[in-house]
């Protein structure tokens, strides 16, 4: 059976028992000799992204809303700028 440490050691050597759960030790914390809780070392996280999940679900029906792109675009660019 492993050795159990009480919370005071755990409290006290805190940084000492995360490094060696981190080398895949296990620590066990308790009181009496007998096991509470177990300190192990966290699986890394993979972020995940995704990129275009709208992407052909959004639709304009409304002719209103292209007409104010013509609008922005003479905002930027002024009143000669190439509609085609």
């Known amino acids: 059976m492993d050795k159990v ?14 490094k060696q759960a ?4 296990p620590v066990y914390i308790g009181s009496y ?4 809780v177990m300190l192990v070392a966290a699986k890394p996280q993979k ?3 995704t990129f275009g999940t709208a ?9 209103s809303s292209q007409a104010a792109d013509v609008d922005i675009q003479e905002m930027f660019y ?5 509609k085609s």
């Open 22 to 25: 981190k080398a895949g030790e």
């Open 55 to 63: 992407t052909g679900k959004i639709k304009c029906k409304d002719a």
């Open 47 to 49: 972020a995940t992204i």
């Open 78 to 82: 002024g009143k000669d700028w190439d």
């Open 33 to 36: 000799g007998e096991r509470e």
């Open 5 to 18: 440490i009480t919370i005071y050691d755990a409290k006290t050597n805190l940084s000492k028992y995360i």
